[in-house]
């Protein structure tokens, strides 16, 4: 769904409010279980299931399952110099997914970076949604800040589970430059090898639409993207 329509005020907004260095706790991430009985087992002691998703992924007709867990350590909870009063959440989360075995299930995946950590007071949690179809495993996000910041908007991500990894085979975000208020949409098939961009400005009804296509680079890996919401899928 586009999210220009969303962002029609921030074309108004002048000024960028600067966030103070900000000290957040570090987190040490557990390692979870290599094999459980069911997943929900799969969460580290203080760690919540946030989302869970269930289907196929690796084509072999038992069910598996996504999960994103969210760290739940009051510590975390950060106060702003400038507000010492209120508090933000900085507790991290972690992507787990696992695949159903003949008893119970093994873990395929525990990720604590693409989903990314927030540490900045005015930015809102990331995490919109997961979910398996179709084989594949899907992943939404956002990012906007309530004040500061330069981009705004939404991601999307599909990957597939091949060579012993989920590769990333989709890639969407549809995004406003908060200063300009220039608007672009890119989505990308990394298996057709094809790449459609849609540009604009929130001032402005025209917009231009382009197609590209891109060089077989291969498919990159889940584990070496980094944070999602950082992801240049230009470089890949």
């Given at each position: 769904m586009r999210i220009v329509g969303a962002f029609l005020l921030l074309?108004?907004?002048?000024?960028?409010?600067?966030t103070p260095e900000l000290k957040i706790p570090p987190v040490k991430y557990p390692a979870p279980p290599k094999k459980a009985a069911t997943p929900e087992k799969f969460a580290p002691k203080g760690w919540l299931v946030e989302a869970k998703a269930t289907g196929?992924?690796?084509g072999d007709s038992l069910p598996d399952a996504a999960l994103v867990l969210h760290l739940n350590n009051p510590k975390n909870?950060?106060?702003p110099p400038w507000a010492p009063t209120t508090r933000f959440n900085s507790n991290p989360r972690m992507l787990v997914v696992v695949f159903g075995a003949a008893k119970g299930y093994d873990l395929a995946l525990a990720d604590h970076v693409l989903i990314p950590r927030v540490e900045n007071a005015n930015q809102e949690q990331p995490f919109d949604g997961i979910k398996i179809e179709n084989g594949l495993l899907k992943l939404k996000m956002h990012l906007f800040f309530d004040a500061g910041g330069y981009r705004v908007g939404r991601w999307g991500f599909a990957f597939k589970w091949?060579?012993?990894?989920?590769?990333l085979v989709n890639f969407d975000r549809d995004s406003v430059i908060k200063k300009t208020g220039d608007t672009e949409v890119?989505?990308?098939d990394y298996l057709a090898g094809r790449k459609d961009v849609t540009t604009g400005n929130l001032s402005k009804n025209k917009e231009s639409k382009k197609r590209y296509g891109l060089a077989n680079?291969?498919?990159?890996?889940?584990?070496?993207?980094?944070?999602g919401l950082q992801f240049k899928p230009d470089e890949h």
């Open positions: 074309a108004a907004t002048a000024a960028s409010a600067q196929d992924l690796n909870w950060v106060s091949q060579d012993r990894g989920f590769k890119i989505s990308i680079k291969g498919l990159v890996d889940l584990t070496q993207m980094g944070d």
